[in-house]
């Protein structure tokens, strides 16, 4: 096949006008039908086969086809329900593969308006397909439906696309007005052209030329909405008919679109979403709804949640609940964020398995200095001048965020925004906030995260959720009375006659950072919601040194987020409701704990006023069990907890999700009679996973005799040596492994434990914690914590050894007759293998059985 540059449209007359088409072109045609735009591809395609050529039609819209199979033309069926990056993806991929000098059909963009409702993202599609098409050497047809997009939108196409043709009807005849033909011109080419007896004649003529385009304005009409996104033009649409008489159906029929463009493609969410959301709640997100899309996971979590307990008929709850006054930031944001600062082709590399990890940390450099678009800009600053100063928080809120299964929790970055200083210094505080998680979709342990539960490839948008920190001042801080995390189901009952499915909280004073993040050395208050007074001691040092030591607040004067030691708080005589949250210390030995320095009443804080003398827990109870019914599992939930000048209770719901709990539900035998050389542990409760049975094949055991005598740099050595142990696992079900170790493990403190990643013991099937008194190592599931969700997402059983109970068996003298392969296993890293130990089993060798009735558990050889 002869190559040329000059390229036939397949009708002699529209090629002498544009003085043919050239390879690179992307050619636009803006018609009034589909039937115009399929006779102009008729055309194109009927000369481009009859000359050789390779041609692609790809086949996404609702219309009919516009072309029929035949030799050496490839169509590509694809799918634009899944979203925008999984429908650009597989045409980037189309494209790579074709190769160059390809010629190409693709169907309407305006039906993509169906599946994205914006013409920003059709934009945005445009932007980066056409530029790779035209490096390929390609031509391309696209059309758009007149009057369907944006003046705003039309002008992005223009500006990006080679050529653009506006195609008209008029009185039956064909009429042709190039509107942009890049790098060609003749003196009569931008002018109308009229199909008279096959050819194309320009309107040059004055006279002509009015009458012409009076009769084209006038056919067509003057749409005031065409200077609004279809995206706004749709939600007139639903303010209108909420506004008419339009039956239940047909509003009905809006709320099923709406939810699909703007809440959620989960089909149980979706479910949900019918029962308890109305057309006006979405109208009410549009209003604070910055830029399109979706809203994400966990902002629809924090709104769904809402509505079903403000429909409860059971109680009140707008009497207890804290207003909300939030605002989001659509997913579309962060697309057009990567798409317009030009990253889109790093973007589609990361997507690939050899660039996943590679491209994706050198995305995330890129988008922590990003550019917005002055629109989004326009918006960011109209939000914050409605916080004023007050302090807000900028919350991540992914497509797959707190959805069934995938709770990404502690993958995505939050910021506090303590917005304080000039406008200018707020304002670039709160961008960066954004940049940064934005940026934090890349992060190595969300990377991993999506790639082990295969969502590497699904469609993960970033929406964010702006909130109003909920608190009050005292003296130069913010925070609030409390703060913690709920969860419906309790996997972790530390003493018989608990009641799982009584739920239990995880409570703080100050900011619930301390709650849901893994604190060193400090012990958030667990509350059984059965029995909220219950401890696992009462003994006053126990009390002391398991109880928060440390609050998280916002230090408005020096506009950061400060941690303070609780003593110092007490003594600035600061309003903090003591009586409410803390009990006096009256130990002998507190000057030891406090320092002599500490003057006047000390207390801990162990929230007992609040639990015993106020409506709060059974307020709790009554939320935790509504949602779990709701939901129809388990749920995690977020709150605040502060009290109105009439010093009545408020609760503020700040998220919720389904909680994933793990293990079987049908009850396990015991074994009996064991003899003690044979039993490996054996304790009573301080386990999480259920009801199991399950056989090992390896164990890895990090001696805390030799760890606590480690170097910091040797530590975390250990921690990576440990994530190359897991690797090599790779399949849990063909080898069972069991990893114990000092402390906690992920651990920021090697002093505490084990500072491995989640993504370094990703692979384990048991994982057990062991306190070794010397170093002062003592285990902490950390319930509610980011930590705690991986371990139940990912389905590994958890227990806490605690070596000087009366109840609890550990034997290690039993590795001693097991086969130690820690030199076969890692030949490399000998230097540790007096530190860690693997031991590989045979067959059915070890079994860990537990028990959640009886709250026995007990590892043992068979």
């Not at 709640?281 to 899309?293: A, C, M, S, V």
């Not at 969860?487 to 009952?493: F, G, Q, R």
């Not at 605040?640 to 396990?668: K, W, Y």
Request: negative net charge; contains cysteine.
């Amino acid at each position: 096949m002869a190559y040329y540059s000059h390229v036939s449209t397949g009708w002699d007359s529209l090629d002498v006008i544009i003085d043919h088409l050239r390879r690179g072109d992307n050619v636009v045609f803006q018609v009034d039908s589909i039937d115009e735009y399929q006779k102009l591809v008729s055309l194109f395609v009927h000369k481009a086969l009859a000359n050789g050529e390779r041609v692609v039609y790809l086949r996404f819209a609702r219309h009919m086809p516009l072309l029929a199979p035949r030799p050496n033309l490839t169509v590509h069926p694809l799918n634009v329900d899944q979203g925008f990056e999984f429908f650009s993806t597989q045409v980037h991929s189309i494209i790579t593969r074709e190769g160059r000098d390809i010629f190409y059909v693709f169907d309407s963009l305006s039906d993509l308006l169906h599946a994205w409702a914006t013409d920003l993202m059709i934009v945005n599609f445009f932007f980066i397909t056409c530029p790779y098409l035209f490096e390929l050497n390609t031509i391309a047809y696209f059309a758009i439906l007149r009057n369907r997009h944006s003046f705003k939108a039309i002008a992005r196409i223009r500006e990006t696309t080679q050529v653009l043709i506006d195609v008209y009807s008029h009185r039956r005849q064909l009429c042709v007005h190039p509107i942009k033909v890049q790098d060609r011109y003749s003196p009569t080419m931008f002018f109308p052209h009229i199909k008279t007896q096959g050819d194309l004649s320009p309107v040059i003529n004055s006279v002509e030329a009015t009458q012409l385009f009076s009769e084209l304005t006038g056919n067509i009409g003057v749409d005031s909405h065409r200077h609004l996104d279809y995206w706004d033009r749709l939600f007139i649409q639903a303010e209108n008919l909420l506004a008419s008489s339009a039956s239940a159906e047909e509003k009905q029929d809006m709320v099923e679109q709406l939810s699909r463009l703007l809440l959620t493609r989960n089909k149980r969410m979706l479910g949900m979403i019918r029962r308890f959301m109305a057309l006006e709640d979405f109208l009410q997100i549009k209003e604070r709804l910055i830029g399109t899309g979706f809203i994400g996971g966990k902002t629809l979590g924090m709104l769904l949640s809402r509505k079903i307990l403000l429909q409860d008929p059971a109680f009140n709850w707008a009497t207890v609940l804290e207003q909300h006054d939030s605002f989001y930031i659509g997913s579309d944001v962060f697309y057009s964020y990567i798409v317009q600062n030009g990253w889109w082709k790093l973007f589609m590399e990361h997507k690939t398995r050899e660039g996943y990890f590679q491209k994706g940390m050198e995305l995330k450099t890129r988008m922590l200095r990003g550019v917005f678009p002055e629109h989004v800009r326009e918006r960011f600053q109209s939000m914050l001048e409605y916080f004023g100063q007050s302090p807000i928080i900028v919350r991540s809120s992914s497509l797959l965020e707190d959805a069934f299964g995938s709770a990404f929790a502690g993958k995505y970055e939050s910021f506090f925004c303590v917005n304080q200083g000039s406008p200018e210094q707020r304002y670039n505080n709160f961008e960066q906030a954004v940049r940064k998680i934005f940026a934090s979709t890349m992060n190595a342990d969300a990377l991993a995260y999506r790639l082990q539960r295969g969502l590497d490839q699904a469609d993960e948008q970033m929406a964010l959720l702006v909130q109003r920190v909920s608190g009050a001042y005292h003296g130069t801080y913010f925070f609030p009375g409390a703060a913690g995390v709920g969860l419906s189901h309790n996997p972790y009952v530390w003493q018989k006659g608990l009641d799982p499915n009584a739920g239990m909280l995880r409570l703080v004073l100050g900011l619930g950072t301390r709650a849901v993040n893994r604190v060193e050395d400090d012990y958030p208050r667990i509350v059984a919601m059965d029995n909220p007074l219950v401890k696992p001691s009462t003994a006053i040092a126990d009390l002391r040194k398991y109880s928060q030591h440390n609050v998280d607040v916002l230090n408005m004067k020096a506009n950061d987020l400060q941690t303070i030691p609780f003593w110092d708080l007490t003594a600035e005589k600061l309003n903090l409701n003591l009586d409410w949250v803390g009990v006096r210390d009256t130990g002998t030995d507190r000057d030891r704990h406090f320092g002599p320095s500490a003057a006047g009443d000390q207390w801990i804080l162990t929230f007992d006023p609040l639990l015993s003398g106020s409506p709060f827990v059974p307020c709790m109870s009554d939320m935790l069990k509504r949602l779990h019914q709701a939901y129809e599992t388990p749920v995690d939930i977020e709150f605040t907890v502060n009290f109105s000048r009439a010093e009545d209770l408020q609760i503020n719901l700040l998220q919720c999700r389904p909680f994933q709990s793990i293990g079987p539900s049908a009850e396990v035998a015991m074994p009996e009679d064991l003899p003690g050389e044979k039993i490996f542990i054996r304790t009573q409760g301080n386990f999480m996973g259920g009801n199991v049975c399950l056989p090992l094949r390896r164990i890895i055991w990090v001696d805390p005799s030799a760890y606590v005598g480690l170097s910091l740099s040797d530590k975390y050595s250990v921690a990576r040596l440990i994530g190359k142990l897991n690797r090599l696992v790779a399949d849990r079900t063909e080898r069972p492994t069991l990893l114990l170790g000092p402390g906690r493990w992920g651990t920021h403190t090697p002093a505490m434990g084990v500072p491995v990643r989640f993504s370094e013991i990703n692979h384990i099937t048991a994982l057990a914690e062991v306190s070794y008194q010397d170093g002062d190592l003592i285990p902490d599931l950390s319930f509610g914590s980011h930590f705690f969700h991986d371990l139940t997402e990912t389905g590994i059983f958890y227990v806490a050894v605690y070596q000087d109970k009366a109840d609890v068996a550990f034997n290690t003298g039993l590795l001693a007759q097991l086969s130690d392969m820690t030199l076969e296993v890692l030949p490399k890293d000998n230097r540790l293998s007096h530190v860690v130990k693997v031991y590989d089993l045979g067959y059915e060798k070890m079994m860990l059985r537990a028990n959640v009735v009886s709250q026995e558990m007990i590892c043992h050889l068979v």
